[in-house]
């Protein structure tokens, strides 16, 4: 298709998965950088407006994961970069042309179908580890504490995270204050706001143990999560 090939600017990454997000091969990234910022030097200088077409040996070479593989495609159709696969399925193919408007779409298709897989399956995991009392995130919710596989309380390390097999028992004292909001908000009509005040005036601390400090949007956080509905559902678990 008459275009000019220069071999320094050949990019091979041996040895290394297909199965890796480009950017993070040694060869992708100095690829990417090119696409990005052209070609610094004297002699070899060349514009980043230069450098309009990636050649590829097969497509599994780009990548193996449709997210990362329609990201990419994105990535060099919104600067004008054609790719050029040299054998898909024994045919060349370009992402030029209907044949490459086409390729978009199935990719794209295929890239939302993975992303939909995967949105399920977190779900699932966090769905499983609620039922289960096990910590979700970082973030111990108002009426719980945290405990370990042996009963004993548990503590984060020193970035912050906590175990990974961290269990929630109730904390009576937490939840005591859980049903009292819910029971003001419920049974006389009380704002977020009017129960935040009522909170700081009773010296209620909040779950930072900080006393004063209720406001508005916490204590609908409170109020709204999952965790305190569990709570208030089952009473003690």
Request: with cysteine; charged share 30%; aromatic share 8%.
């Amino acid at each position: 298709q008459n275009l000019e090939i220069r071999e320094d600017l050949i990019f091979e990454d041996e040895d290394v998965s297909g199965g890796k997000p480009i950017a993070e091969r040694p060869g992708g990234a100095r690829l990417l950088r090119v696409l990005e910022d052209g070609v610094a030097g004297d002699r070899f200088a060349m514009p980043v407006e230069a450098v309009r077409h990636v050649i590829v040996t097969k497509l599994d070479r780009l990548g193996r994961n449709l997210t990362d593989l329609a990201q990419f495609w994105d990535w060099c159709r919104d600067r004008g970069i054609i790719l050029h696969i040299l054998d898909c399925g024994g045919e060349p193919i370009s992402t030029r042309g209907i044949a490459g408007r086409l390729m978009y779409t199935i990719l794209g298709a295929f890239a939302e179908f993975e992303r939909g897989r995967i949105s399920e399956r977190t779900q699932e995991i966090v769905d499983q580890r609620f039922s289960r009392n096990q910590l979700i995130s970082g973030t111990i919710p108002y009426g719980w504490r945290p405990i370990s596989p042996h009963g004993t309380e548990a503590f984060p390390d020193s970035d912050g995270r906590w175990p990974e097999d961290t269990r929630l028992i109730v904390d009576e004292i937490e939840a005591g204050w859980l049903r009292k909001m819910h029971h003001q908000q419920q049974r006389h009509g009380w704002s977020p706001n009017k129960i935040a005040q009522w909170l700081n005036h009773q010296g209620v601390p909040t779950k930072e143990g900080l006393i004063g400090r209720w406001q508005t949007g916490n204590v609908k956080r409170v109020l709204t999560s999952k965790h305190a509905a569990k709570l208030l559902n089952t009473g003690k678990d």
